[in-house]
């Protein structure tokens, strides 16, 4: 994976200077952040060793939404879980529904952007599926590709 922003971030660091936040990498190197965006590695292997595989459909959402909460068995583990159940879902209705892309604010936080303009917080949505298993990330998705 080739993400550009990430060496300027290391000479920097190397340098004694503040690295560059998420924001400012993300105007340099939209696709790398989105790339990073979408790793989801926690996720992914817990995923995979239920049997799910994640291919970035809405299918795969509704998979996730069928599993086990066993995650909340960790609390150390959970918002993590949460976080990258967030970005999958972000990942997923970038690539799936016309129009929508990611979009990081100032403070850093990566939000899904559709095409009417409307903000979906999907990190946030990703927790609070993690902690309470409500909205299901298939849900989320679903208002999305309506554009709701």
Known sequence: MKLPFLDSWRKRRDGGAHPAPLASAFERDPEGVAELLSECSL???????????????????VALDQLPPR??????????????????????VVRTVPGAAW???PGGRAVVRLASGREIDVV???LDWAITGSPQL????????EGR
């Open 71 to 92: 995650w909340r068995e960790d609390p150390e583990e959970l918002p993590w879980f949460g976080n990258d159940a967030g970005l999958y879902l972000g990942t997923v």
């Open 103 to 105: 979009d990081v604010l």
């Open 138 to 145: 298939s849900q989320t998705y679903g208002e999305a590709a």
């Open 124 to 126: 946030g949505a990703g």
């Open 43 to 61: 996720l992914r292997a817990r995923a995979e060793e239920a049997g799910v595989p994640l291919d970035d459909t809405p299918g795969s959402l």
